[in-house]
C-alpha cells in the first residue's frame, strides 16, 4: 500500500540476486520495517513465554483478584487474580501458534493439489476446479464448528480446523502460479533436457512461485487470529487453563467497569498482532513482486 | 448467451448436489447424534420412537433421498431444536433482519469504501492519500469487528446512553450492528478501488489522453474509472453472499435475532435439517453470486468474452 516510488539505478545495483534486490526493497519501506520488528517480537515473546513471563500463567492468588496495575502486577491481575501481563505472554503463544498453524495447514494441503492442476493441466485441473467451488460454497463457520463440537479443541486442533478452511486460497494461488511459469523458457528448456516433472516443479518452479506464496500466507495470519478470538467469543475456542487473547476479552468483558486493562490489554494485543502482520504482508508484497502497487 | 446461462445454471445445480451429499455425509459420518446425550440417558424405546418420528431409523442415503424429495416440494423439515415450528418459519422468521443489517452493510461499506479509494487514487502521494489509507486499513484490520462492536456498546450505548445495547425492534438497534459490520468490507474496498484506480492512473492511454489536452474532469470519470472499477466487480462480487448471510459474531453481540446465530446452535445440537437448510442457503447465494458476477464482468467490460459465446 504505502509503496515507495523506487528509483531505477538502485534496483539495477541489487539485481545481482531477487532475494537481495527484495531485502533492499524491503528495507527502504519504513512502515514494513517497523511492522516486521513488532511481528517478530510477538512471536518471541511467545516463543519465550515461559521464561520471561513473571509469574506463573495458571497461578491463582484469591488475594489479588481484580487488583489493578501497581508494582507487583505491573498490569493488574484478573477476577481470579492471575497476573494479565503474564496471561498475556501465554497469550501470545497460544495465539500465535494459531496463527501461523492454521496457514501452515492450508498451505500443506493446497500447495499439492494447486501443483498438480496447474502443471498437469486437463482433466486434474478440471477437476480440482470443481473441488475449489464445491469447497468454497461449504459455509466455512459452519464446518468448523462442526468439527469442533465433535472432535474437541485444543491449540493444534483448531489450528486445523481453521486451516482446513484456508487450503482454497493456497490452492488456487500455486495453481495461477504454476499455470503461469509452465511455459516459460526456463521450463521449457529443463523439459528438452529431460528433467523429470518432480524435479521441474519442485527444483525448478517452486522457488521462482514461493514470493506470492509467503505474502499470502502472511496476510492470513491477521485473519486467522479474528476467526479464532471469534472461536473463543462463542465459548468455542481455546479453553481454561490456557491464555488466549480472544477469551481474554470475552472472560473480562464484564469486569471493564471495574479495570479497563483487563479488556484493553488482549485488545490492544490483538490489534498490534494483526496491523503489524497485515503491513508485514503489504510490504512483502511491495518487495517480492516490484511490478504491484 | 441463454445457452451459457443454462449451461452455468445447470452446473451449479450439480455442484449444489455434491456439496449437500458432502456435508450430509460428514454429519452422518462422525460418531453421536443429535440425541445423544451424556446426561438423562433415555431408554432404548424411547430412543427408537424419537430416531422413526425423526426419520433417523433409516439408512443414510435413504435419509438424504427422503430430504432431497422434501426440498422438492418445497419443503426442509422440522428443526430437532424447535419442533413445533418448521425449518421454512425458522428461516422465514430470522432472514429477513439479517437481510437488512447485510443490505445496509453492503450499501453503506461499498459506496464509502469505493468513494474513498478514489479520493485516495487521485490524491496519490498527498497527505490526503496517507491518512484515508491509514485509518480505513487500521480500523478495517486492527481488531475483529466484534470487539470494536463490544466497544461502541461500551460507549455509545452504556456510557453515553445514546444508542440500544442491542435487540431488535426499533430503528436505533440498526446503527451499531451496521457500522461494525461495515469497517471490514469497506476497508477492503478501498484497498482494492486504491489499488487498481492507481494502476490505470499510470496507464499510457492515460497519459496520452493528457498529452492530448483533455480536461481532468473528463479523464477521470470517461478514461479512468470506468476502467478501474471493474476489476471491483469479481473481488467484491463473491462478498455479498457472505455479508447476506450474516455475521455470527456481529449478531451475537448485538442481540440480533437473525440467522447467524442458527449457525453455531445448528452445529452445536447436530440439527440435521437446520444445518442443512443453511448450507443449501449459503451454497445457492455463492453460486448465483459468481454466475452474476461474470456476466456483470462481461456487459461492462467489452474486452472480456465468455466461453463459448458471442456477443
Given at each position: 500500500m504505502t509503496a515507495v516510488p523506487m528509483p531505477v539505478q538502485a534496483t539495477r545495483r541489487a539485481s545481482s540476486s531477487f532475494w537481495h534486490a527484495a531485502w533492499y526493497r524491503y528495507r527502504k519501506n519504513r512502515l514494513a520495517l517497523v511492522a516486521g520488528v513488532i511481528a517478530v517480537l510477538i512471536l518471541?515473546?511467545?516463543?519465550?513465554?515461559?521464561?520471561?513471563?513473571?509469574?506463573?500463567?495458571?497461578?491463582?492468588?484469591?488475594?489479588?483478584?481484580?487488583?489493578?496495575?501497581?508494582?507487583?502486577?505491573?498490569?493488574?491481575?484478573?477476577?481470579?487474580?492471575?497476573?494479565?501481563?503474564?496471561?498475556?505472554?501465554?497469550?501470545?503463544?497460544?495465539?500465535?501458534?494459531?496463527?501461523?498453524?492454521?496457514?501452515?495447514?492450508?498451505?500443506?494441503?493446497?500447495?499439492?493439489?494447486?501443483?498438480?492442476?496447474?502443471?498437469?493441466?486437463?482433466?486434474?485441473?478440471?477437476?480440482?476446479?470443481?473441488?475449489?467451488?464445491?469447497?468454497?460454497?461449504?459455509?466455512?463457520?459452519?464446518?468448523?464448528?462442526?468439527?469442533?463440537?465433535?472432535?474437541?479443541?485444543?491449540?493444534?486442533?483448531?489450528?486445523?480446523?481453521i486451516g482446513i478452511t484456508l487450503w482454497v486460497g493456497f490452492g488456487r494461488l500455486a495453481r495461477a502460479q504454476y499455470l503461469a511459469l509452465r511455459e516459460r523458457d526456463f521450463v521449457q528448456a529443463a523439459r528438452a533436457l529431460g528433467v523429470s516433472s518432480w524435479r521441474i516443479t519442485v527444483v525448478h518452479i517452486l522457488p521462482n512461485a514461493v514470493g506470492p506464496i509467503i505474502v499470502f500466507f502472511v496476510q492470513q495470519v491477521p485473519y486467522v487470529i479474528f476467526t479464532a478470538a471469534g472461536f473463543s467469543f462463542l465459548g468455542l475456542g481455546i479453553q481454561d487453563p490456557l491464555a488466549d487473547w480472544g477469551k481474554m476479552i470475552n472472560d473480562s468483558v464484564t469486569y471493564l467497569p471495574i479495570d479497563p486493562l483487563l479488556v484493553l490489554v488482549p485488545i490492544g494485543c490483538i490489534g498490534l498482532a494483526c496491523l503489524s502482520f497485515s503491513f508485514l504482508g503489504d510490504g512483502l508484497r511491495d518487495a517480492l513482486d516490484p511490478t504491484s502497487k | 448467451m441463454v445457452s451459457y446461462l443454462l449451461q452455468r445454471l445447470l452446473s451449479l445445480l450439480f455442484t449444489l448436489f455434491l456439496a449437500t451429499v458432502a456435508i450430509f455425509a460428514m454429519m452422518h459420518s462422525v460418531p453421536g447424534g443429535p440425541f445423544t446425550f451424556t446426561q438423562g440417558v433415555m431408554s432404548p424405546a424411547a430412543m427408537h420412537n424419537i430416531m422413526v418420528r425423526y426419520g433417523l431409523a433409516e439408512p443414510v442415503w435413504r435419509q438424504y433421498l427422503n430430504w432431497i424429495w422434501q426440498l422438492l416440494h418445497g419443503y426442509l423439515g422440522i428443526p430437532f431444536e424447535e419442533p413445533t415450528m418448521t425449518v421454512n418459519h425458522l428461516i422465514a422468521s430470522a432472514w429477513p433482519i439479517t437481510l437488512i443489517v447485510g443490505g445496509l452493510t453492503i450499501a453503506i461499506s461499498y459506496t464509502l469504501g469505493l468513494l474513498l479509494g478514489c479520493i485516495a487514487a487521485i490524491k496519490h502521494n498527498t497527505w490526503v492519500d496517507s491518512l484515508i489509507t491509514a485509518v480505513v486499513s487500521t480500523i478495517g484490520v486492527a481488531l475483529p469487528n466484534y470487539v470494536i462492536g463490544?466497544?461502541?456498546?461500551?460507549?455509545?450505548?452504556?456510557?453515553?446512553?445514546?444508542?440500544?445495547?442491542?435487540?431488535?425492534?426499533?430503528?436505533?438497534?440498526?446503527?451499531?450492528?451496521?457500522?461494525?459490520?461495515?469497517?471490514?468490507?469497506?476497508?477492503?474496498?478501498?484497498?482494492?478501488?486504491?489499488?487498481?484506480?492507481?494502476?490505470?492512473?499510470?496507464?499510457?492511454?492515460?497519459?496520452?489522453?493528457?498529452?492530448?489536452?483533455?480536461?481532468?474532469?473528463?479523464?477521470?470519470?470517461?478514461?479512468?474509472?470506468?476502467?478501474?472499477?471493474?476489476?471491483?466487480?469479481?473481488?467484491?462480487?463473491?462478498?455479498?453472499?457472505?455479508?447476506?448471510?450474516?455475521?455470527?459474531?456481529?449478531?451475537?453481540?448485538?442481540?440480533?435475532?437473525g440467522l447467524?446465530?442458527?449457525?453455531?446452535?445448528?452445529?452445536?445440537?447436530?440439527?440435521?435439517?437446520?444445518?442443512?437448510?443453511?448450507?443449501?442457503?449459503?451454497?445457492?447465494?455463492?453460486?448465483?453470486?459468481?454466475?452474476?458476477?461474470?456476466?456483470?464482468?462481461?456487459?461492462?467490460?467489452?474486452?472480456?468474452?465468455?466461453?463459448?459465446?458471442?456477443?
Open positions: 518471541l515473546v511467545g516463543l519465550l513465554a515461559p521464561l520471561i513471563a513473571p509469574y506463573n500463567d495458571a497461578a491463582i492468588d484469591l488475594t489479588a483478584v481484580l487488583g489493578g496495575a501497581g508494582w507487583h502486577h505491573l498490569l493488574g491481575t484478573d477476577q481470579i487474580g492471575r497476573d494479565t501481563l503474564t496471561r498475556a505472554m501465554w497469550g501470545a503463544r497460544t495465539s500465535m501458534s494459531v496463527a501461523l498453524g492454521a496457514p501452515l495447514v492450508g498451505l500443506v494441503i493446497g500447495l499439492p493439489i494447486g501443483i498438480i492442476a496447474g502443471w498437469f493441466g486437463g482433466i486434474f485441473d478440471w477437476f480440482t476446479l470443481r473441488l475449489f467451488e464445491l469447497f468454497q460454497m461449504v459455509p466455512t463457520i459452519l464446518a468448523a464448528i462442526l468439527f469442533i463440537t465433535v472432535f474437541g479443541v485444543n491449540v493444534w486442533k483448531l489450528a486445523l480446523f | 463490544f466497544l461502541m456498546i461500551e460507549v455509545f450505548a452504556v456510557r453515553l446512553g445514546w444508542l440500544p445495547v442491542g435487540g431488535w425492534g426499533s430503528v436505533e438497534d440498526v446503527i451499531m450492528p451496521v457500522i461494525a459490520f461495515s469497517l471490514y468490507p469497506m476497508a477492503l474496498m478501498e484497498r482494492y478501488t486504491r489499488a487498481s484506480t492507481l494502476e490505470v492512473t499510470y496507464a499510457d492511454y492515460v497519459r496520452m489522453g493528457r498529452a492530448r489536452g483533455l480536461s481532468e474532469r473528463r479523464l477521470l470519470f470517461k478514461y479512468i474509472l470506468r476502467t478501474s472499477l471493474i476489476p471491483l466487480i469479481t473481488i467484491m462480487g463473491p462478498w455479498i453472499p457472505n455479508i447476506l448471510t450474516g455475521s455470527i459474531f456481529i449478531e451475537a453481540t448485538f442481540a440480533l435475532p447467524g446465530a442458527y449457525f453455531t446452535t445448528a452445529s452445536l445440537r447436530r440439527d440435521y435439517p437446520l444445518i442443512m437448510a443453511l448450507v443449501l442457503i449459503v451454497a445457492a447465494l455463492w453460486g448465483l453470486c459468481f454466475i452474476l458476477s461474470d456476466i456483470a464482468y462481461v456487459l461492462v467490460d467489452p474486452r472480456v468474452r465468455l466461453e463459448g459465446v458471442s456477443r
